[in-house]
């Protein structure tokens, strides 16, 4: 069974960086695409990065680009995501996801317990 654990969240403000960690164990498949995805109190969740299993291919919502950095250390296990001049609407729960990148049309079924960004304005 696949387990994800994110970490890095806190308090910070507005302006402000945090980087988040997910680390990855016990998987089953070879190859995973991993993503960051978040869920703001009263909104839907939503994509904000993801990254292909080599790292070369990197996408982000139109509300972050420029602003995070999705990465990865496969040799660690572990996704980063850089978060820069942090915005009060960035404030959510972050959860990090892999997707088996073997598998055509695979969905994101492997998700963390996510960690609690909060910017303050």
């Known amino acids: 069974q696949v387990q994800l654990v994110e970490s890095g969240g806190g308090l910070v403000q507005a302006g402000g960086s945090l980087r988040l960690s997910c680390a990855l164990s016990?998987?089953?498949?070879?190859?995973?695409?991993m993503g960051w995805f978040r869920q703001a109190p009263g909104k839907e969740r939503e994509s904000v990065a993801t990254i292909s299993w080599g790292g070369g291919r990197t996408n982000y919502a139109d509300s972050v680009k420029g602003r995070f950095t999705i990465s990865r250390d496969n040799a660690k296990n572990t996704v980063y995501l850089q978060m820069n001049s942090l915005k009060p609407e960035d404030t959510a729960v972050y959860y990090c996801a892999a997707r088996n990148s073997g598998k055509v049309g695979s969905s994101y079924d492997y998700w963390g317990q996510g960690t609690q960004v909060t910017v303050s304005s």
């Open positions: 016990g998987r089953t498949f070879s190859s995973y695409a």
